[in-house]
């Protein structure tokens, strides 16, 4: 698994300025344009509903993603509030019970409130998905690899068991079209967090969905106008800027982690790594089947409990405390206290959410700045720390 998928070098928008040519796509910051005549509206009249800036970006990961076309959102969860919003009244939507805790937070929200019925249940269990597919449900929400434990799910399977009834949607934001195509595999919408890998630079929060048919994408781009969540100008042409180095990026990540977790796997500190790349990881199988690549996001329980944690949290540079993933940095994340605070306690237990779980964000910094920096980290927790030289490398591709 060394060849990431080539559409996602996209042009993202080179080349396309038809008035003067400009090689790179010019920013339309007018927020509203001028009629041709009365009652003769020209492509564009109002930046909410529809600007050329952001509609590059939409056709560029629509291309991507394999889409028919798509929506650029203000933010991810606006992303996923854009997708809840063309369910029916009381609908049932079926999600994972270790999705990402904003996620998790704004369904069991929308519940409490009566507004849908939301079941969360392992998805990984097929049996599961079969009972909870006995009554009806209108959404089936797929995350995979999951966030933090990189449980990785058969979307194909998931998506047949469903039906071509219920609206299948997968987060695809650990990730990104360079690594997996969701909509090839049966899902009839993508999700982004485009924050993440997509930009890739963590100066600009956004998110995306793409849509399997072009019916799909008219009524994302119907409800964004509706409701208002559309991305801003400016923050789009950052988005395209980074979606046109994301291929050459995600192989440093991946290079990069590959190393760190031969690491890891050696370091007496270490009780457990979640990475699908892992053979004996149980999803290594069907990330090897539907993914160009296992990833640059890993999760591990420290010995030592919370203490440790915060030893090995503090004594670190190169690693930043931090939320968010898939920028060019290096982020170290304790989901219990930060991703998923919004989870209750039985909640993350059910999950598998330990407090002794680390999630890293592996950046494309030069690997012995981040290995060094992880050894220190992990001597201070007051383990015998492995030594360099005693290191054997290995493959992760």
């Known amino acids: 698994m060394t060849v990431l998928n080539q559409t996602a070098a996209v042009r993202a928008g080179i080349d396309c300025d038809q008035q003067h040519g400009a090689v790179t796509p010019p920013l339309y910051l007018s927020s509203n344009y001028a009629f041709a005549d009365l009652n003769q509206p020209r492509k564009y009249d109002y930046s ?4 050329p800036t952001r509609d590059l970006l939409a056709d560029a990961l629509a291309e991507a993603e394999q889409a028919a076309g798509g929506v650029i959102t203000s933010t991810g969860m606006s992303a996923v509030l854009l997708v809840l919003q063309m369910l029916p009244q009381n609908a049932r939507v079926v999600a994972p019970h270790d999705c990402y805790g904003g996620t998790f937070r704004l369904l069991t929200t929308l519940h409490d409130k009566g507004q849908l019925r939301v079941s969360f249940i392992d998805q990984s269990d097929h049996q599961q998905i079969r009972q909870a597919c006995t009554e009806h449900v209108d959404l089936l929400w797929i995350e995979t690899p999951s966030n933090p434990l990189l449980r990785v799910v058969d979307v194909r399977v998931l998506c047949e068991l469903a039906g071509a009834a219920v609206l299948k949607v997968v987060d695809n934001t650990f990730l990104s079209p360079a690594l997996q195509q969701p909509l090839t595999l049966g899902a009839d919408l993508v999700v982004h967090s485009t924050t993440k890998y997509i930009n890739g630079h963590s100066d600009v929060v956004g998110g995306a969905v793409l849509a399997k048919t072009t ?8 409800w964004a106008n509706c409701i208002g969540i559309t991305a801003a100008p400016f923050d789009c042409l950052l988005t395209l800027r980074g979606l046109r180095t ?11 982690t590959g190393r760190i977790l031969t690491f890891l796997q ?3 500190a270490i009780e ?14 069907i990330a090897k089947q539907q993914q160009q690549h296992f990833g640059a996001m890993l999760s591990f329980e420290l010995q030592g409990g ?7 949290v503090n004594n670190l540079q190169y690693f930043t405390l931090a939320e968010s993933l898939g920028g060019v940095e290096s982020l170290v994340c304790h989901p219990a206290t930060m991703t998923h605070a919004a989870m209750t306690a039985d909640a993350r237990k059910q999950a598998g959410i330990k407090d002794n779980l680390i999630r890293l964000s592996v950046g494309i910094e030069h690997i012995d700045d981040l290995l060094a920096d992880l050894a220190l980290g992990l001597s201070r927790c007051q383990i015998r720390p492995i030594k360099q030289k005693d290191l054997k490398d290995q493959s992760y591709g």
């Open 48 to 51: 909410r509903s529809g600007n």
């Open 215 to 222: 019916q799909l994408a008219e009524k994302l781009t119907w």
């Open 246 to 256: 994301l291929h050459v990026r995600m192989q440093q990540h991946v290079a990069n």
């Open 266 to 268: 050696q370091h007496p």
């Open 272 to 285: 457990k790594i979640y990475y699908p790349g892992l053979p004996d990881h149980p999803g290594h199988a």
């Open 306 to 312: 919370l203490a440790a944690v915060k030893a090995l």
